[in-house]
């Protein structure tokens, strides 16, 4: 039978400035931005996706630049606050030195399961982020030769996800999602579809600390991957037998998604692997170019002048 859920599809977090957002995770993270398109709610903000060459699940953040006066967030039960990159052991020293380059705050790098050293900071909008070095993630990532092919981020490490009790979310993951637990320690249980990087998703009893609200610098939902439309319909329909309620399925072009609030309080969504990015555009001039869902093709041109022009050769990857 095939497997309802594989892993993590996406993480989206909500984003201030559409440029410096874009400068910070081409620029200082080196990651490529895969589709430069709109958010399919609200065409007024973009919707950005970062990843590795092709896109691939487990290596896309997604961002919604609403702008520098949306109000900032709070990190806090509830939410995704933490999202990792995974890197190879041996990239630390570059990667600290890459950082102070570029003026990037962080915290000194910690030791977690004693075989992953794992680095914090946020992006410009107060977004948590870690980077995690550990052995034998053989994915690729990608680079346009700014750094080095063998430092570049591979894709996520895991996400973490901080809650007033894991229990009720920890049965959803185990019951209904194909999740299994890998490792406990250091505070979190750590689930995974497989037990390797891209597929974890750390839980976190955090009682006494106040719930997340969303905002600027904050997560707006965790996507998982599912295979194709059947198995996102026979999740659904799991999902919704178990008493959770579950969205109709919507094309987001690049995927179908259906949506719900697990017991926690966090926004999941289930994702297709297919079509990918490279349905509107060739993977050689991914995100080169604004692309529109076809609902929104012919209002292109005052859709173009609402949203600001991203400077592609600005700032991060001169320094
Ligand atoms: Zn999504």
């Given at each position: 039978?095939?497997?309802?859920?594989s892993?993590?599809?996406?993480?989206?977090?909500?984003?201030?400035?559409?440029?410096?957002?874009f400068?910070?995770?081409?620029?200082a993270l080196g990651?490529?931005?895969?589709?430069?398109?709109?958010?399919?709610?609200?065409?007024?903000?973009?919707?950005?996706?970062?990843?590795?060459?092709?896109?691939?699940?487990?290596?896309?953040?997604?961002?919604?630049?609403?702008?520098?006066?949306?109000a900032k967030?709070?990190?806090?039960?509830?939410?995704?606050?933490?999202?990792?990159?995974?890197?190879?052991m041996?990239?630390?020293?570059y990667?600290?030195?890459?950082?102070?380059r570029f003026?990037i705050?962080?915290?000194h790098?910690?030791e977690r399961?004693?075989?992953?050293?794992?680095?914090?900071?946020?992006?410009?909008?107060?977004?948590?982020?870690?980077?995690?070095?550990?052995?034998?993630?053989?994915?690729?990532?990608?680079?346009?030769?700014s750094?080095p092919f063998?430092?570049a981020?591979?894709?996520?490490?895991?996400?973490?996800?901080?809650l007033?009790?894991?229990e009720?979310?920890a049965?959803?993951?185990?019951?209904?999602?194909?999740?299994?637990?890998?490792?406990?320690?250091?505070?979190?249980?750590?689930?995974?579809?497989?037990?390797?990087?891209?597929k974890y998703?750390?839980?976190?009893?955090?009682?006494?600390?106040?719930?997340?609200?969303?905002?600027?610098g904050?997560?707006?939902h965790l996507?998982?991957e599912t295979?194709?439309?059947?198995?996102?319909?026979?999740?659904?329909n799991n999902?919704?037998?178990?008493?959770?309620?579950?969205?109709?399925?919507?094309?987001?072009?690049?995927?179908?998604?259906?949506?719900?609030?697990?017991?926690?309080?966090?926004?999941?969504?289930?994702?297709?692997?297919?079509?990918g990015?490279?349905?509107d555009?060739?993977?050689g001039?991914?995100?080169?170019s604004?692309?529109?869902?076809?609902?929104?093709?012919?209002?292109r041109?005052?859709i173009?002048?609402?949203?600001?022009?991203i400077?592609?050769?600005s700032?991060?990857?001169?320094?």
């Amino acid at each position: 039978m095939t497997r309802l859920i594989s892993g993590i599809h996406h993480v989206t977090a909500v984003s201030g400035d559409a440029q410096e957002n874009f400068d910070f995770y081409t620029g200082a993270l080196g990651l490529r931005m895969v589709k430069k398109t709109v958010n399919f709610e609200d065409p007024g903000v973009y919707h950005l996706y970062f990843g590795d060459t092709e896109g691939n699940p487990s290596t896309i953040l997604t961002t919604f630049p609403y702008g520098r006066n949306l109000a900032k967030g709070r990190h806090g039960k509830g939410m995704v606050n933490t999202t990792a990159f995974s890197l190879e052991m041996g990239g630390l020293d570059y990667w600290l030195q890459r950082l102070d380059r570029f003026d990037i705050a962080y915290k000194h790098p910690q030791e977690r399961f004693k075989d992953e050293v794992f680095v914090y900071l946020e992006d410009p909008d107060g977004l948590g982020l870690e980077l995690v070095f550990s052995e034998g993630d053989l994915r690729k990532g990608y680079t346009d030769g700014s750094i080095p092919f063998e430092w570049a981020i591979k894709g996520f490490h895991h996400v973490e996800i901080w809650l007033e009790g894991i229990e009720r979310t920890a049965a959803l993951l185990t019951m209904q999602m194909n999740h299994q637990v890998i490792r406990e320690g250091s505070g979190r249980i750590r689930l995974g579809a497989e037990d390797r990087p891209g597929k974890y998703v750390d839980l976190l009893a955090m009682p006494d600390v106040l719930r997340g609200l969303g905002g600027r610098g904050t997560v707006h939902h965790l996507a998982f991957e599912t295979p194709d439309r059947e198995s996102q319909i026979r999740m659904k329909n799991n999902l919704e037998d178990y008493g959770l309620q579950v969205t109709d399925v919507k094309d987001r072009k690049y995927f179908s998604s259906v949506y719900f609030r697990e017991p926690g309080g966090v926004l999941f969504e289930v994702a297709t692997s297919a079509p990918g990015f490279s349905v509107d555009e060739p993977v050689g001039s991914l995100g080169q170019s604004l692309m529109l869902p076809g609902q929104f093709e012919a209002d292109r041109e005052r859709i173009s002048r609402l949203l600001p022009e991203i400077d592609y050769h600005s700032g991060g990857k001169q320094l």
